[in-house]
Every structure is written in C-alpha cells, then in structure tokens.
C-alpha cells in the first residue's frame, strides 16, 4: 500500500495536503485511560471522496478514535494524519479542515434556521454574504429555501438533520465526521439522507460516519468493525460479506463482536 | 381477542399548537408485545407518558387491566413498569443501588427483593457489575440495568421507551432476546422503536406518523399489503446503481439490501422495472437480474409516509 | 411510617450527598468565606480613621482636646497642619478622612462666652464613615466642653449599651449571617436537588411509581434539613469561637427555632423547584428570591423601623426578618420563649404559607 510519509506532510504544508490519496491515514494509535486501553493499536487508510462507515458495538472505542482525529484528544501512542495534517501537531489546522455532525444535532433550537447557519459559518470565519451565497449553492442539495425564518426547535427531524448537515459543510471542508447522523429519523428521512451523502462524497469529500443501522452500513465503499479498541475487519462490504460467508454486514457484526 | 388488556380510546394531545396525538386508539391484548414503529416526532413518547399517567391528555382515555389512567391514576402506577426513553437512573448509585431503590419506593417486601434483584441480575447478565456505578456502564449495559428496575416490582404491563435507540445491534438482539423471555412469563409489553427490524419481533405493531396511527397489525401482514412490488436487483455496482436508481426515481424508492438494490414500484411494474434494466444497461451498469421479492415492513411503511406527505404537499 | 416510601428516598439523597465531597465541601466553607468577609466588611463600627488637625489656637485649651482626639480609638491623627487651607487637598490625596480646625479665638471665645466653634471636617464619598465620624467627634466635644467650661451641668449625660456594651458589631453581624445562610442553602439545595432530577430524567422514572406527593417532597427534604442543620451548628460554633459572639440564651430552643427556620427554607426551595426547569435557573432564582430580602428588607443591615411603609409590609414575609430577631434575642439577650413568642408565631406562619403554596403546586405530573 502507497502510504504517507507522515513526518513529511506535515512539515511541508506548503504542499498543499488535497493532492494526497489519503483523506486520512492512522498508524499503531493507540489511547488509553489511565490503565484501561480505550483504542488499541489501529491501523487503517481512508480514499479521498471515500465513504468510510466505522461500525463497532458501544465502547469499543470509536467515539475515542474520532475524538483523536478531530483534534479533541491526544493519541497516548502512534501516528495519524487528516487531509495529510498530523493529527498531534496539527490539531488547529485540521479543525478548519473537517466538519463534523453528530447524533444529536447540536443545533442552536431557540435560533432561526439562518441565524444557525450564520452562526456555524461565523465560527469558520465566514461572513453573511458567503455564508448565502454557500447556501443558495447548496440548496439544491438540501432544500432549504424558504425555511430561513423557521425557527429551529419546529422544524421537523429530516430538516434538522439537514440543517445540521449544511452547518457542518459550509466551509467546504475535504473530511466529513459523521456520527451516527440518522439517529431518531424517519426511514423516508434516512433514505434521503444517504443520497445526499453519496452526493457529497461524488464531489470528493471524504465521509467518515458512524452508525448503528446494519443496513445503512452496506451504503458505504468501505467499513471498518471495531471490537474492543481494536479494528477486527477493514474492507468494503461486499468483500466482508464474502469473506465470512454472510449474506447481510448485521450478520457479520454479530458474528465478529459476539462471537 | 376477547376484552383488550390495555385499550387507548381516542388520545388527543396538543402541546401549543403542535398536535402530538390526534385521535390515536389502540388495543393490546393480555400477554401481547406491541410495538410503535415511528420516527421521532410521531407521539410515541406521548403516548406513553400518557398510558403510565404521567400526562393528562387533552381528551379521550386509557384503561389497563380494568383501571382508568384518569380516574385512578395511582392504580395504574402499580400495574405498570415504565422505561422512559432517555436514560433515567443515579448514575451516581451503584447497580445495586438502583435497584434497591426502586424496589423499595414499589414497597417490595425485602425477602422478595433480595429473590427478584438476584434473578434479575442474572437474567439481564449484570451480577458481575453490581457495586459499579450506573454512570460507568456501557450504552448496552445501562439500558439492561433500566430494565431491571422497570421490572423489580413484577409489573403486569410493561411500557418501553425507544429502549434499543442509540445501542450497538449486538446488545439490541440480547435485549429483546431478554424481552423475548419475560413477554413467556407473561408480561404484557409495549415497547416503542425506531428500528424496522425490531418491529418483526413484536406480535403486532402499530405505525404512527406524525400524531397518527397510520396501521395496525402483525408487521408480516403490513409487508403484504405492500401496494407496489419490490425487486430485488443484483449488480456488481451496488452503490453506483442504488445511486443512480435514486436519482432516476425518488430516493424513497430504493434502499440498498445486502448484496442487492431493492426498489419499490407501483403500478404497471413489470413494464418500469424492464425499461430501468434497459437504461442501467446503457448508464453501464451490469445488472444480473431483477426478480420480484416479498415486501418488508420497511417498503411497506416507507410508501405509506411517501404517499401521506405527498398528500400532504398537494393540500 | 416505617414502612414509607420517603425512607428509600432518604437513603438515596444520603448517598448522593456522601458521593459528591466536593459540592458538601463547598457547602461547608462558602458560610466561613461569607461569615470572613460579613464579620469583618460590615463593620458597622469605624475605628483608626485617619485624622488631620490643624490647631491655629495653640493653647493649652486646644492640645488637650487634641489629646482627646488623638487618645480615642476610633481616630488616628496622622497630619498636623497650620495652614487651614491645605485641608481640601489633604482629603483630595486621600490623606485624611475626617479633620479638626480649631480656629484662632478658640481659647478665648471660650473664656469669654464659654461657646466656641470648632470646624469638623468629614469625606463624604463614604458616607457612613462620615456620619459616624461626626457622632463620634460632637459625643466626644460634648463631653469635653462639659468639663472643661467647668460648669456643672443639671443633667449629665450618661450612656450605656444594653446587650453589646462595646458595640462589636460581629455579633450583631455573626447572627444575622447564620439566618442568611440558613434561608440560602437550605432554599438552595432543595431546589437544585429536585430541577437535578427532573434534568436527568429521574424524577419521570419516581413519579410513575405509586408514590405520593408528600413522600417524595419529604424524602427530598428531609436530608438536606439534615445537612443544612449541620451546618447551621457549624456556623454558629465558628461564629462564637472566631468572633467571640456571646451565648446567653438557652441552646435547645435556639435549636428547635432553627429547625422551623430551616422548614421554612426547604418550602421556598420546594416552591422554586416547581417553577423552573433547570438548575443553573433555580440557583439563580433561590439566590436572589432569599439572599436579596434577607439581607435588605430582615433588618440584618437596615432596622425595619426606617423602611419606608410598603417595604415594612414586605419584610413581614420575609422569614428571616423574624429569625433574625430570634436568634439576636436567644444569643445576645438570653431570651426565651416567653419573650420571642411573637416572632416564633409569625415564622411559622410564614412556613406554613410556603410550605402551603408549595405543595399546592407540586403534581405528581410532568
């Protein structure tokens, strides 16, 4: 496999980190909580313009592992780059590099629907006239128009995804942190959803999503299963599938975690 | 069915002018498991709060085993075991703790305390954690130990909040493998869930949208009043053709099964489902076969919300 | 009773009072922080100000009146000057708070007609160091003019406090915090303790349970009665002990009068608890719903007596209005229930009407 040389990277940023292959590159990482190992030893690559699902059962560490690649928490030990940015010394740089959005959508509900997204587009240092004109762009997408005076807490649950989605890609950022973004959504609403993650991935940005539907799981190039700080199956679901003999990825998680 | 264990007549409930229920009537015969199946928004936490009398409807009432939630409303609290949706114990107490707790506040005599607690400690597989705090128990584990207390009292009726919501799909099956034990002691059970698969495991089920019931019934049969007809298409490509479907047709159409694309049509199907073999064929997709298969609950309430906010968008 | 649900409630609240030793630290020094920076901040007696005197008599009239001055403990003479007009800049660099002229014809006008003038000078910008300079200055004139015209006056005028002879006003002060803090944490706790459950989800899980209304207001209450009486006995002790606060009533009924105190706080906790839904909200709202009148409108800084008439009226349902005058009573005055019987009667009054209005509003609904 062509990795990295992540040393390099970051010490030339000059050389413009999105001519790489790898959104996201993560070697031996490892994190621990005093004695207890949270994320152990990981290893994994995500493709630019790739929708990587990152499946595990509760605490088997993947909120952990996300938290160290969004720049919230210090790898104990090994290596990792987002958008070729070193994931220990980088981490202000790849904060303005992803978007994340997560669960619960942490929407402000006693804010308008624009007064979010001026918000959200503000904390990347956007002002009003690009945070629109990103809007009207995107609107196609997310069908927004005619909402802006909405006030968040009545919009409906598929909208407020949506919502929560354009905040975190205003500032067109090259890695997309989803987790467990469909939760308490309708299967109407969640069917649209992925549709507009393949949409924005075809655009090529890289989708990092968490989730605990099996079946949207199988929406995703490639997968990795996590089981107990360690990563116990990376490949795409198909190649899985085929690999344990299962007809379903439900199957197969239950196969790897309880087994 | 003779008389229903539980029957709701004719809930309605507003909060300002948002309708969370609107005219919702249900009956769950004794020993039943009955699921919600809903989104968010839907009434399902209404609805129950409702039933366990912890709201006052609007109008309209619910009588289990005989009791009357509005007129006795202490009567019901004893029937019933109620698991709120979100996480609801002293994260600051011990397993323990917990269930001592609310054993006492049900007045469980203590000798059949200690019996109830130990059985349920091994039932929910929780005996090694007994002097962990509730706070450091994993997703899995806290909602087992949410059901304990539910249950410490022996409740004859059983009321579960979304309890699998947010929960890895390994400890999903072992709670209703749990639920699946306690409904053959004869618990009644309603349990509400966003999960289509969940759905399959309750007896009957009831689909609400948006403040309504929009069916009831055994989640098989819904499936085969499924309008339309459901092919199942194998391709090479799976996410490039579901894609590509999604955008040829609506996006609530498709969904990505296995291996398979799963799309749901209507009307003349025989001759859509060709002319879209045709035009995959020429968008470069090799498709190995298009064969009609038996419709899921999922396929079945998807279109009905299609057709409902269809409705809904022409009004 | 035994066998009440409230008990199980109890045990619970015990655990999570045990469980969190911070917050229970923070309860216990916040009264000795308030108690540090009350007993010594209000200081209601001036001491040491710092004092100019510009003497153009200089007889042996006028020094030993500055002798007066200088001997007395309240001022420091820190500036003589000659030149009356400097005074205006001496309180400018904030050299001297309060300054004595004494004029040219002192001595004589004071011979001569046995009335003389004296200029006294006070900084005004403090306005309670002022008036209480002035006091101290004319008592202190008063009594030297007295003398020293060496006539004999029929009436003599001889003062004497009653209760406090030397007019420390810690223990004014001390009891009057014990009755703040008594109405804040108890008001306080409970309120948070029950927005904490309705937050987290708890209370939900406890009211689909058959419990009744007054269980679990009690189950709720009773243990934070318990802790806010712990430190209540905390905070009286470290008041006798530090500021040397006087004890001549009897101890059990001041006990016993704390513990209806004490009710009361928990009802207007009870009340707030029912009216908000977050607990930063009812932190906020317990603050100011006890700290504001208890210290304000009780009379533990203002005498009632001087509020205007609609104050007055509110400060009569202000519970700590009448404990304050319990326990100055019980602990300065050595008095009992056969002189604090009113006050006694109108707190529990007070309770009750909290604790009434409370219970109205508190359902066993979400």
């Known amino acids: 496999m062509t990795q990295p040389d992540a040393g390099n990277e970051t010490n030339a940023r000059g050389k413009k980190a999105s001519g790489h292959d790898y959104a996201v590159t993560v070697r031996d990482l490892t ?5 207890f190992v949270a994320v152990d030893n990981v290893s994994f690559d995500v493709k630019r313009g790739e929708i990587f699902g990152f499946l595990g059962a509760n605490g088997a560490g993947k909120t952990t592992t996300i938290k160290m690649l969004t720049g919230l928490l210090r790898p104990t030990s090994g290596t990792g780059t987002v958008d070729g940015l070193d994931i220990s010394n980088d981490r202000r740089a790849i904060k303005s590099r992803i978007g994340y959005m997560s669960q619960r959508f942490s929407l402000y509900d006693d804010l308008k629907v624009e007064e979010n ?143 | 069915m003779s008389i229903p264990f539980a029957r709701v007549k004719e809930l309605e409930k507003s909060y300002g002018k948002t309708v969370a229920l609107a005219s919702v009537s249900l009956d769950v015969g004794k020993g039943e498991m009955f699921g919600l199946i809903g989104p968010d928004g839907a009434g399902k936490t209404t609805l ?25 409303p202490a009567g019901i609290r004893r029937i019933i075991g109620y698991m709120p949706q979100r996480f609801s114990l002293y994260q600051d107490l011990t397993v323990g703790e917990n269930l001592r707790f609310f054993a006492d506040l049900f007045r469980v005599p203590r000798r059949e305390r200690i019996k109830r607690t130990a059985m349920l400690l091994e039932f929910a597989r929780l005996e090694p954690f007994v002097k962990r705090q509730a706070g450091r128990l994993s997703g899995g584990m806290k909602q087992k130990l949410a059901l304990a207390c539910a249950l410490v009292h022996t409740p004859e009726f059983l009321i579960l909040d979304e309890p699998t919501t947010g929960v890895d799909p390994v400890s999903r099956r072992e709670f209703w493998s749990i639920l699946k034990k306690l409904k053959e002691t ?129 009004a | 009773m035994i066998n009440s649900r409230f008990f199980p409630l109890m045990r619970k609240e015990f655990i999570h ?162 009755a703040l803090l008594l109405i804040m944490i108890g008001a306080l706790l409970t309120s948070v303790t029950i927005v904490r459950e309705k937050e987290t989800g708890t209370l939900e899980q406890i009211l689909v349970s058959p419990i009744r209304g007054y269980e679990v207001v009690l189950g709720k209450a009773l243990p934070y009665l318990v802790l806010a009486f712990g430190i209540a006995v905390f905070i009286i002790i470290f008041g006798c002990l530090w500021f040397h606060v006087p004890m001549l009533g009897s101890w059990s009924w001041l006990t016993l009068f704390c513990i209806i105190y004490l009710f009361t706080s928990l009802a207007i906790g009870l009340m707030i608890s029912t009216l908000v839904s977050t607990q930063q909200v009812a932190m906020m709202l317990a603050l100011v719903a006890t700290l504001l009148p208890s210290v304000m409108l009780s009379g533990f800084i203002f005498p009632v007596a001087s509020m205007p008439a609609p104050l007055r009226v509110v400060s009569r349902i202000v519970p700590a209005t009448y404990f304050l005058e319990i326990i100055r009573g019980i602990m300065l005055k050595g008095n009992g229930p056969a002189e604090l019987w009113r006050p006694v009667l109108a707190m529990i009054a007070v309770g009750l009407l909290f604790t009434v209005m409370a219970i109205r509003r508190f359902r066993l609904k979400l």
């Open chain 2, 186 to 314: 004869g618990v009644t059970i309603l349990v509400s869930t966003p999960y289509m698969e969940e759905a399959e495991l309750c007896d009957r089920v009831a689909l609400m949208h948006k403040g309504r019931v929009l069916m009831t019934g055994v989640a098989k049969d819904i499936a085969q009043g499924f309008a339309g007809t459901v092919y199942s298409v194998a391709c090479d490509d799976t996410v490039g053709l579901a894609v590509w479907l999604k955008g040829r047709l609506t996006p609530e159409q498709v969904r990505i099964v296995g291996t398979r694309v799963h799309v749901s049509l209507f009307g003349d199907t025989g001759r859509a489902i060709a002319g879209l073999e045709r035009e995959a064929a020429t968008a470069g997709f090799s498709i190995a076969m298009a064969e009609p298969v038996p419709a899921a609950l999922e396929d079945a309430f998807v279109a009905m919300i299609a057709e409902r906010e269809r409705r809904h968008d022409a």
């Open chain 1, 117 to 259: 997204l001026f918000f959200f587009g503000g904390v990347y240092g956007m002002d009003r006239d690009s945070v629109e004109a990103r809007v009207s762009e995107l609107d196609d997408m997310l069908s927004l128009s005619g909402l802006e005076n909405r006030m968040t807490a009545s919009l409906p649950p598929g909208h407020k995804q949506r919502l929560a989605l354009a905040c975190a890609i205003l500032h067109r950022p090259p890695v997309l942190f989803l987790d467990e973004p469909t939760g308490g959504v309708d299967p109407v609403a969640r069917r649209y959803f992925w549709d507009l993650i393949s949409t924005i991935a075809s655009d090529g940005t890289t989708v990092f999503v968490t989730t605990h539907y099996m079946d949207e799981a199988e929406y995703c190039h490639r997968l990795s299963i996590m089981h107990a700080g360690r990563i116990v199956e990376v490949d795409s679901p198909a190649r899985i599938k085929e690999k344990h003999g299962m007809t379903s990825i439900q199957d197969v998680f239950i196969k790897l975690v309880d087994g």
């Open chain 3, 17 to 178: 009072i045990a469980r969190d030793r911070r917050s229970l630290l923070i309860l216990f020094l916040m009264p000795v922080l308030m108690m540090f920076v009350f007993g010594y901040a209000i200081n209601m007696d001036v001491k040491h100000i710092r004092m100019g005197i510009c003497d153009l008599s200089r007889t042996p009239t006028s020094r030993a009146l500055i002798e007066a001055v200088s001997a007395s403990p309240y001022f420091d003479v820190t500036v003589r000057y000659e030149d009356p007009r400097l005074t205006g800049e001496l309180f400018r660099r904030r050299e001297i708070r309060a300054a004595v002229i004494i004029p040219r014809e002192f001595a004589r006008d004071l011979g001569a007609s046995g009335v003389a003038r004296i200029g006294v000078i006070t900084d005004g910008t403090d306005a309670n160091t002022a008036t209480l300079a002035q006091n101290y200055l004319e008592g202190l004139f008063l009594e030297r003019s007295l003398s020293a015209g060496g006539v004999e006056f029929p009436v003599r005028i001889k003062s004497r406090i009653l209760y406090n002879p030397d007019m420390e006003s810690s223990h004014f002060v001390v009891p009057g915090i014990v």
């Open chain 1, 31 to 35: 994190r621990m909580f005093g004695e």
């Open chain 2, 48 to 72: 129950m709060r409702i039933l366990s009398s912890l709201l006052d409807p609007d109008s309209g009432d619910c009588v289990v085993a005989g009791v009357s939630v509005s007129e006795d």
